[in-house]
C-alpha cells in the first residue's frame, strides 16, 4: 500500500483538502521530497506556512535549543524567556502606538477567533464586519466572522455583517475602485448595521483563499476611515500575506492604513503551529483566562518563531520576496501571452494568483481548468493549489527564500502543463475523486 492510500485509511477527511495524490517523506528549501523520491518545487509551502524552506538550519538549531533546556511548554501559568522575546520583537516589528500587547497562538484561526471575541468584549458593541469570501480560519469562532464559501457547514455570527471585496477583475457593480461597496456600507449603517453596534472590521490586505485578489489602489484607506470615523476597530488578517511575503513586513503597508490590530500566522512559525495577534492594551488585557489554550506560549514554537523574525531581517528576506516575487509575475505574464487559458495575473511580491477562463472576453472562470493543471503541473514537478470562489485562481505561495532559478523553473512546468491541456494530452477526468474546494 502506498503513503497516500495509507493515509485515506487513517487519517480523517475532516480535515484534507485534496489536489492531487501528493505524499511527501521530506524535504530541503523549496523543494519536497515525493514518496516516489521526486523532488517536487513547492510553490505553496503548506500555504505559505514553509516560510524560510524546508528544514532551514535557522529553526532546527532554535528548536534543538529550546528543548535541550526546556522552559516549560506553555504561557498560562508561567513567564518563559523565547515567549517573552518573541512578544518583544513583534511589538517592534509591527507598527503601532500608545500601550500594547500580543497574544500568541497555535494558529491564524485561533489567533482570528480569539480578536474576534475580544473586541466584542471589550468594546461591548455585538456587530463584526467582514468580507464575502474571506477566510479567517477552521475553528467555531473564526469560521463564524468567515464567508469562504468552502464553510458551508459552520455557522456565521448573528452580527456579522458581509460586505463583497473589491476584485478589480471582476468589479463589484461595475465600478473598479470598489466605491459602489463603501456607498452601500454607508447605507447599511443607516439602516440595519448601526455602526455604533459595530465593534471591528476583518480585513485582508490580499483576499487569500477567496482569490488572491489585490483590492484596487486607496479602497481600504477609505474604507477603513470611513470605520474609524465610526469608532469602529481596524483588524488586519495577516495571516496569509504577512511576514513579508507581499514585499513588506505587514501587507497592509501597501496600503495608506494603519490597522488597530494585526494577526499573524502561518509563516511566523516557519513550519511550526504559531500564530499571534497585537493589538492595544484594553483589548488584548481585557480580562484573563478569556481565550487560553495549554500550549499556547510554547517556548520550542516561539523559538521557531524568533528564529523566523531574525533569518527574515538577516537574510533580506522582505526585499528578496519583492524580488523573485516580480519576476515571477513578469514571467506568468509572458505565460499569458501565450495562453489564452490566463486571465489574469496578480499578486505582490511571494503572493501571486493566477485567473484561468474559459475564454478572456467573457472572462468566465473555468475551474475544471484548474483542477486540471494543477494535477497536471504535481505530474510535472510542481506543487501548487488552487483558491477562490470560482475555484479557478492558481495560488503561488512559495518559501520567502526563493530563488530566482527556482521561479524560473516554475514557470517552465507551468508552460508545458498549460500547453498539454491546451493540446487535449490531460485526461478530463484526471482529478476525479480530490475534491479541492
Ligand atoms: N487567515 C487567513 C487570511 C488565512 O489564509 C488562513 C488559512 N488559510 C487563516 C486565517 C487560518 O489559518 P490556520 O489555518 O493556520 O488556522
Same mark, same amino acid.
Given at each position: 500500500?502506498?503513503?497516500?492510500?495509507?493515509?485515506?485509511?487513517?487519517?480523517?477527511?475532516?480535515?484534507?483538502?485534496?489536489?492531487?495524490?501528493?505524499?511527501?517523506?521530506?524535504?530541503?528549501?523549496?523543494?519536497?521530497?515525493?514518496?516516489?523520491?521526486?523532488?517536487?518545487?513547492?510553490?505553496?509551502?503548506?500555504?505559505?506556512?514553509?516560510?524560510?524552506?524546508?528544514?532551514?538550519?535557522?529553526?532546527?538549531?532554535?528548536?534543538?535549543?529550546?528543548?535541550?533546556?526546556?522552559?516549560?511548554?506553555?504561557?498560562?501559568?508561567?513567564?518563559?524567556?523565547?515567549?517573552?522575546?518573541?512578544?518583544?520583537?513583534?511589538?517592534?516589528?509591527?507598527?503601532?502606538?500608545?500601550?500594547?500587547?500580543?497574544?500568541?497562538?497555535?494558529?491564524?484561526?485561533?489567533?482570528?477567533?480569539?480578536?474576534?471575541?475580544?473586541?466584542?468584549?471589550?468594546?461591548?458593541?455585538?456587530?463584526?464586519?467582514?468580507?464575502? $469570501?474571506?477566510?479567517?480560519?477552521?475553528?467555531?469562532?473564526?469560521?463564524?466572522?468567515?464567508?469562504?464559501?468552502?464553510?458551508?457547514? !459552520?455557522?456565521?455570527?448573528?452580527?456579522?455583517?458581509?460586505?463583497?471585496?473589491?476584485?478589480?477583475?471582476?468589479?463589484?457593480?461595475?465600478?473598479?475602485?470598489?466605491?459602489?461597496?463603501?456607498?452601500?456600507?454607508?447605507?447599511?449603517?443607516?439602516?440595519?448595521?448601526?455602526?455604533?453596534?459595530?465593534?471591528?472590521?476583518?480585513?485582508?490586505?490580499?483576499?487569500?483563499?477567496?482569490?488572491?485578489?489585490?483590492?484596487?489602489?486607496?479602497?481600504?484607506?477609505?474604507?477603513?476611515?470611513?470605520?474609524?470615523?465610526?469608532?469602529?476597530?481596524?483588524?488586519?488578517?495577516?495571516?496569509?500575506? $504577512?511576514?513579508?511575503?507581499?514585499?513588506?513586513?505587514?501587507?497592509?503597508?501597501?496600503?495608506?492604513?494603519?490597522?488597530?490590530?494585526?494577526?499573524?500566522?502561518?509563516?511566523?512559525?516557519?513550519?511550526?503551529?504559531?500564530?499571534?495577534?497585537?493589538?492595544?492594551?484594553?483589548?488584548?488585557?481585557?480580562?484573563?483566562?478569556?481565550?487560553?489554550?495549554?500550549?499556547?506560549?510554547?517556548?520550542?514554537?516561539?523559538?521557531?518563531?524568533?528564529?523566523?523574525?531574525?533569518?527574515?531581517?538577516?537574510?533580506?528576506?522582505?526585499?528578496?520576496? !519583492?524580488?523573485?516575487?516580480?519576476?515571477?509575475?513578469?514571467?506568468?505574464?509572458?505565460?499569458?501571452?501565450?495562453?489564452?487559458?490566463?486571465?489574469?495575473?496578480?499578486?505582490?511580491?511571494?503572493?501571486?494568483?493566477?485567473?484561468?477562463?474559459?475564454?478572456?472576453?467573457?472572462?468566465?472562470?473555468?475551474?475544471?481548468?484548474?483542477?486540471?493543471?494543477?494535477?497536471?503541473?504535481?505530474?510535472?514537478?510542481?506543487?501548487?493549489?488552487?483558491?477562490?470562489?470560482?475555484?479557478?485562481?492558481?495560488?503561488?505561495?512559495?518559501?520567502?527564500?526563493?530563488?530566482?532559478?527556482?521561479?524560473?523553473?516554475?514557470?517552465?512546468?507551468?508552460?508545458?502543463?498549460?500547453?498539454?491541456?491546451?493540446?487535449?494530452?490531460?485526461?478530463?477526468?484526471?482529478?476525479?475523486?480530490?475534491?479541492?474546494?
Amino acid at each position: 500500500m502506498t503513503l497516500y492510500q495509507r493515509d485515506e485509511r487513517a487519517l480523517s477527511k475532516l480535515q484534507k483538502l485534496r489536489f492531487f495524490p501528493l505524499a511527501v517523506t521530506g524535504g530541503e528549501g523549496s523543494y519536497l521530497t515525493g514518496d516516489d523520491g521526486r523532488r517536487l518545487l513547492d510553490f505553496s509551502a503548506s500555504w505559505g506556512a514553509v516560510s524560510l524552506g524546508h528544514g532551514h538550519g535557522a529553526v532546527r538549531e532554535a528548536v534543538d535549543r529550546a528543548l535541550a533546556d526546556q522552559a516549560g511548554a506553555s504561557t498560562l501559568s508561567a513567564a518563559n524567556e523565547p515567549a517573552v522575546k518573541l512578544a518583544e520583537a513583534l511589538l517592534d516589528l509591527v507598527p503601532g502606538g500608545g500601550e500594547r500587547r500580543v497574544w500568541l497562538g497555535h494558529s491564524g484561526s485561533d489567533a482570528n477567533e480569539t480578536v474576534a471575541r475580544a473586541v466584542v468584549a471589550a468594546t461591548g458593541r455585538p456587530r463584526v464586519i467582514s468580507f464575502a $469570501g474571506a477566510y479567517h480560519g477552521g475553528t467555531a469562532g473564526s469560521m463564524a466572522i468567515s464567508a469562504h464559501g468552502v464553510q458551508k457547514h !459552520a455557522e456565521r455570527a448573528s452580527g456579522l455583517h458581509v460586505i463583497p471585496y473589491p476584485d478589480p477583475y471582476r468589479p463589484y457593480g461595475d465600478d473598479p475602485t470598489g466605491g459602489r461597496i463603501i456607498d452601500e456600507l454607508e447605507q447599511a449603517f443607516r439602516a440595519d448595521c448601526p455602526p455604533d453596534q459595530v465593534a471591528a472590521l476583518f480585513i485582508e490586505p490580499i483576499m487569500s483563499d477567496g482569490g488572491l485578489i489585490v483590492p484596487p489602489k486607496g479602497f481600504m484607506k477609505r474604507l477603513t476611515d470611513l470605520c474609524r470615523s465610526h469608532g469602529i476597530l481596524v483588524v488586519s488578517d495577516e495571516v496569509k500575506v $504577512g511576514m513579508g511575503r507581499s514585499g513588506r513586513f505587514n501587507c497592509i503597508e501597501h496600503e495608506e492604513v494603519e490597522p488597530d490590530i494585526y494577526v499573524l500566522g502561518k509563516g511566523l512559525g516557519g513550519g511550526l503551529p504559531l500564530s499571534a495577534a497585537v493589538g492595544p492594551a484594553s483589548i488584548m488585557d481585557f480580562a484573563s483566562s478569556f481565550s487560553m489554550q495549554t500550549l499556547h506560549g510554547n517556548p520550542v514554537c516561539a523559538s521557531a518563531g524568533l528564529a523566523v523574525l531574525e533569518t527574515v531581517a538577516a537574510e533580506d528576506l522582505v526585499a528578496n520576496a !519583492a524580488r523573485v516575487g516580480a519576476a515571477l509575475q513578469d514571467g506568468l505574464r509572458t505565460l499569458a501571452h501565450r495562453h489564452p487559458m490566463i486571465g489574469d495575473v496578480r499578486g505582490r511580491g511571494l503572493a501571486i494568483g493566477v485567473e484561468l477562463v474559459t475564454d478572456r472576453a467573457s472572462r468566465t472562470p473555468d475551474a475544471k481548468a484548474a483542477a486540471k493543471l494543477v494535477y497536471r503541473a504535481f505530474e510535472l514537478g510542481l506543487v501548487l493549489y488552487y483558491v477562490g470562489a470560482h475555484s479557478n485562481v492558481l495560488e503561488m505561495t512559495p518559501p520567502l527564500t526563493l530563488i530566482r532559478a527556482e521561479a524560473d523553473a516554475a514557470v517552465s512546468i507551468l508552460d508545458r502543463a498549460l500547453d498539454d491541456l491546451a493540446q487535449g494530452r490531460v485526461a478530463d477526468d484526471i482529478a476525479a475523486g480530490f475534491e479541492g474546494w
